[in-house]
């Protein structure tokens, strides 16, 4: 094992010599110990990286970071991405250093590198690495300053993370690239590449690498989550960053209009921010508002995917129960997280149980959340570099505070679905299952359930695809085959129609036509 008093290394070379030789050290020293066991594990974790990134769209030579034509393609790209990553040394801001749209790897390094060599977080990762027990030597504590010591220290970490890399962590980055794949390919966006790796290995390095920045009990490297608890920041991370599928357009039935609006005011802008400046500068508000059920969620999430954007998602009354007396303090971090994961998308569901109008007997502690969280939407909204996108979702737009109501630029109303998209709904959901529906039958369902919510008709769906398994004795349905199950019938619907109905009244759908023709960006006839 290498200690501190180790040959200092020339920074100055490019980031894929110094991880080589990395390994020449690390094989040196391994090499009395059982070098072929090494060769082959180097071998498979090698494998297993080159096609990770020939997944993210890399060319192969970005895999053979040797630079040498031995065809040992090994892990040393992965190594060098994921311990910097990991340490939080690289962050978004790396699209400002490439400013460039390539995949050069030779830029990557670069870049990478003159990020490790500026950045604060160089001592930080030097004092981190004090804890390692491979930098135990107490040069490393004592001379921090000492260019030599945190080199090598450096070195010290980047190889121990090297070694940590096992084949979950390959498999769990092969997953994330291979669901980014779309994102990475079409953009061919190292800032947006660098981003979805490193989102993903700073939530897995916490068990990993143990660094710096990632877990629990760390402190956090990046200047704009500085003074955050790190507990919070996983909590963040884990509970309000949604992971969930990509989202397409069609996923969402119906709501045209809603959809053209959020693509023209939201999606393109955060896609082209260089384009949309300025007087075409996009709202950073948007309020959606309109009965329960009928896809405020789903048009967030989409438009997260669609912007390519991180997805928080959190629910404002969850935010006031769930975390009391410290929502305040979670919302400041929540939009803390979301500026370090720009371009991103924070997602307010019942956002009127946050924001509603101001009453003398008003209770401290929501008036302080309140007031924190106006004060963020100010910030998302002022500093036209950050690229956040508040949506707030509501069922009750008369309840919210005037003054949060102005800050919502955009107020789209989003309805009951109309017939077509009723019967989408239906065709979407019953897609996954057997079913028997004449087209004639279909339209019935189309009719049957006009003044359903979209939820409603899901549910409706549900209480259907029950009726085969209801119609069987229970002995039948402990032994029988799953496709031997009849399929979905009309009188399954006819029966679902009895127990499944309309949850939102005329009345309802009065009251936000009338806030919308008064309120709302797109009015619309009664
Ligand atoms: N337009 C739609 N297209 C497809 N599915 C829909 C649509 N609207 C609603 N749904 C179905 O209803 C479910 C609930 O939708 P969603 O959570 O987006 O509604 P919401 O408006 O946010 O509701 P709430 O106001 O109660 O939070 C979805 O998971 C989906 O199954």
């Known amino acids: 094992m290498k200690t501190c008093e180790e040959t200092p290394t020339d920074w100055d070379q490019p980031a894929s010599s110094i991880l080589h030789s990395i390994r020449e050290d690390d094989s040196e020293s391994d090499d009395a110990e059982d070098t072929s066991t090494e060769d082959t594990d180097n071998e498979t974790k090698g494998s297993a990286i080159e096609s990770c990134f020939q997944k993210a769209g890399f060319s192969a030579n970005t895999i053979d970071s040797d630079r040498d034509d031995d065809g040992d393609s090994d892990d040393i790209p992965l190594a060098q991405l994921a311990s910097l990553c990991s340490e939080g040394v690289i962050d978004i801001n790396i699209d400002d250093n490439l400013q460039t749209e390539s995949c050069n790897p030779d830029e990557w390094e670069n870049a990478l590198l003159s990020e490790y060599k500026t950045s604060d977080s160089a001592a930080q990762l030097a004092d981190s690495s004090s804890d390692d027990k491979a930098c135990e030597s107490e040069s490393c504590d004592n001379d921090l300053n000492n260019k030599s010591v945190l080199d090598t220290c450096m070195l010290q970490r980047m190889r121990n993370f090297a070694n940590q890399i096992d084949s979950d962590y390959l498999a769990h980055v092969a997953e994330l690239i291979s669901m980014t794949e779309d994102k990475l390919i079409e953009s061919n966006n190292p800032g947006a590449c660098m981003n979805a790796v490193s989102k993903s290995i700073f939530n897995k390095g916490g068990s990993n690498s143990g660094g710096s920045g990632s877990g629990a009990g760390d402190e956090p490297v990046d200047e ?218 279909l339209s019935a369902i189309e009719q049957r359930s006009d003044g359903y919510s979209g939820a409603d008709v899901a549910n409706l769906c549900r209480e259907a695809a029950l009726g085969p398994i209801r119609s069987m004795a229970f002995g039948e349905i402990e032994n029988i085959c799953a496709d031997q199950v009849r399929p979905i019938l009309f009188e399954d619907f006819d029966a679902a129609f009895m127990q499944v109905r309309a949850s939102v009244s005329d009345k309802d759908l009065d009251l936000y036509i009338d806030w919308n023709n008064t309120y709302g960006s797109v009015p619309i006839r009664k």
């Open 224 to 441: 704009r989550l500085k003074g955050i608890e790190p507990k919070m920041i996983e909590l963040i991370m884990n509970e309000i960053m949604d992971h969930g599928p990509q989202m397409s357009w069609d996923d969402i039935a119906g709501l045209e209009f809603a959809k053209k609006t959020i693509k023209e005011i939201v999606v393109w802008p955060m896609l082209r921010p260089d384009i949309f400046t300025g007087l075409r500068g996009p709202p950073k508000g948007l309020l959606l508002f309109g009965p329960p059920g009928t896809g405020k969620t789903l048009i967030g999430k989409c438009i997260a995917s669609q912007s390519k954007s991180t997805f928080f998602s959190i629910s404002a009354s969850s935010l006031t129960s769930k975390w009391v007396g410290e929502a305040e303090k979670m919302v400041r971090a929540m939009f803390a997280v979301a500026r370090c994961y720009q371009p991103a998308v924070v997602f307010i569901d019942e956002i009127d149980s946050l924001l509603s109008q101001r009453t003398d007997g008003e209770h401290e502690a929501s008036r302080r959340i309140k007031t924190e969280f106006l004060v963020q939407l100010d910030g998302a909204a002022t500093v036209s570099d950050d690229r956040i996108l508040v949506i707030g979702a509501t069922n009750r737009p008369q309840e919210i505070d005037e003054a949060a109501r102005r800050r919502f630029v955009k107020r789209l109303y989003i309805p009951l679905p109309e017939g077509s998209a009723r019967r989408q709904i239906v065709v979407n959901l019953l897609s996954q299952q057997t079913y028997q529906l004449t087209e004639a039958q």
